[in-house]
């Protein structure tokens, strides 16, 4: 079973500013299989990366996705105010979907 | 547009069993592109992936609840269900349905994304 880790638990950040989010896998999981999700409070989650770097429909391109093997990064080039929220990476190569815990990207 | 909704008691003593049906609108549970999943959430922690159903009869679940859970399709009611035996408060979550896109690519094997979630329902599980 792989394990996602999420890196950090938190961000502290400003509007403008950039994110860096990282997702590790405790073993390679191919980048096909590596999504990424958004989720405000009082919310669903929703689908923001898929493919390790492929935007879903509607994601603006300040969110994007990158890494391979173990290690993935999803960016958000400048925060806008509704960006502030929780963001997940998934693995769905397999019979079992994984997700990691979470990093919150918060208003400092 | 694809619609998920969510139904289903939102208390459930301990040791009986929680039951939660989704209602797809906007689009065929037979549509063989999706399987059909249950997510849940603790309050104030992180998503938990129940299991799915696809309409071709295939289900993959949780290894850590697979004892406990079945999820069936409805075809007739394009409805999907999900029911977990013997609860306890550890179950107390909000439950979220939703659709797995079934993503094909090139040499490898298929994966599946959450592209449309339901808007969660909170069960607890309490005497």
């Known amino acids: 079973e792989i394990v996602l880790t999420q890196s950090p638990g938190t961000l502290s950040l400003s509007p403008g500013e950039r994110a860096i989010l990282s997702c590790r896998a405790s073993?390679?999981?191919?980048?096909?299989?590596l999504a990424w999700y958004q989720q405000k409070p009082g919310q669903a989650p929703s689908l923001l990366v898929y493919?390790?770097?492929r935007r879903a429909t509607g994601i603006p391109d300040r969110f994007s996705g990158s890494g391979s093997g173990t290690d993935f990064t999803l960016t958000i080039s400048r925060l806008e105010p509704e960006d502030f929220a929780v963001y997940y990476c998934?693995?769905?190569?397999?019979?079992?979907?994984?997700f990691g815990q979470g990093t919150t990207v918060e208003m400092k | 547009q694809v619609h998920l909704q969510g139904s289903g008691p939102g208390l459930v003593k301990p040791s009986q069993t929680l039951s939660l049906t989704c209602t797809v609108s906007?689009?065929?549970?037979?549509?063989?592109?999706?399987?059909w999943s249950w997510i849940r959430q603790p309050a104030g922690k992180g998503l938990e992936w129940i299991g799915r159903?696809?309409?071709?009869?295939?289900?993959d679940y949780n290894p850590s609840l697979k004892s406990r859970v079945a999820i069936s399709v409805d075809t007739s009611r394009n409805q999907f269900s999900l029911k977990l035996r013997s609860v306890t408060a550890a179950d107390t979550a909000v439950y979220y349905c939703?659709?797995?896109?079934?993503?094909?690519?090139?040499?490898?094997?298929?994966?599946?994304?959450?592209?449309?979630w339901g808007q969660g329902n909170t069960v607890a599980v309490s005497s």
């Open positions: 939703a659709r797995e896109l079934v993503l094909l690519w090139f040499g490898e094997s298929p994966s599946a994304v959450m592209d449309v």
């Open positions: 906007g689009d065929s549970i037979n549509n063989g592109n999706y399987y």
């Open positions: 159903m696809h309409t071709s009869g295939t289900t």
């Open positions: 073993q390679s999981v191919s980048s096909s299989y």
């Open positions: 493919g390790a770097s």
């Open positions: 998934q693995q769905s190569g397999s019979s079992f979907q994984a």
